[in-house]
């Protein structure tokens, strides 16, 4: 069982940059795949990005590839999402996922685990 907790998230102006942090519970963190999704409203839930735990090796969506970059902690169980050069697009809540499997997904329903989700908006 993992819980997963994202903080982090606010309002910007287009061109800033934010970093989300997700925490998570559990003794194997490392060994398990994360990834950041997001949701605007009226919208389906998006793949951002991913890493995996065995190498941190990332993946990212080519809407933010570039832009956004995945990095974790196993030492604090933690995964961030740095988000620079941020647009009114990226507005959305931005949601921690995790699965107990090797391979990055781009699919929400091959993760396991979510946090409650952490608001991020860009105006103009």
């Known amino acids: 069982q993992v819980r997963l907790v994202e903080s982090g998230g606010g309002l910007v102006q287009a061109g800033d940059s934010l970093r989300l942090s997700c925490s998570a519970s559990?003794?194997?963190?490392?060994?398990?795949?994360m990834a950041w999704f997001r949701q605007a409203p009226g919208q389906e839930r998006e793949f951002v990005g991913g890493?995996?735990?065995?190498?941190?090796?990332?993946y990212y969506s080519d809407s933010v590839k570039g832009r956004f970059t995945i990095s974790r902690d196993n030492a604090v169980n933690t995964v961030y999402l740095q988000m620079n050069s941020l647009k009114p697009d990226d507005t959305a809540v931005y949601y921690c996922?995790?699965?107990?499997?090797?391979?990055?997904?781009?699919?929400?329903?091959?993760?396991?685990?979510w946090g409650q989700g952490t608001q991020v908006t860009v105006s103009s």
């Open positions: 890493v995996r735990g065995s190498d941190e090796y990332t």
């Open positions: 559990g003794r194997t963190f490392s060994g398990y795949t």
């Open positions: 996922a995790a699965r107990a499997v090797r391979f990055i997904r781009v699919t929400a329903g091959d993760y396991n685990y």
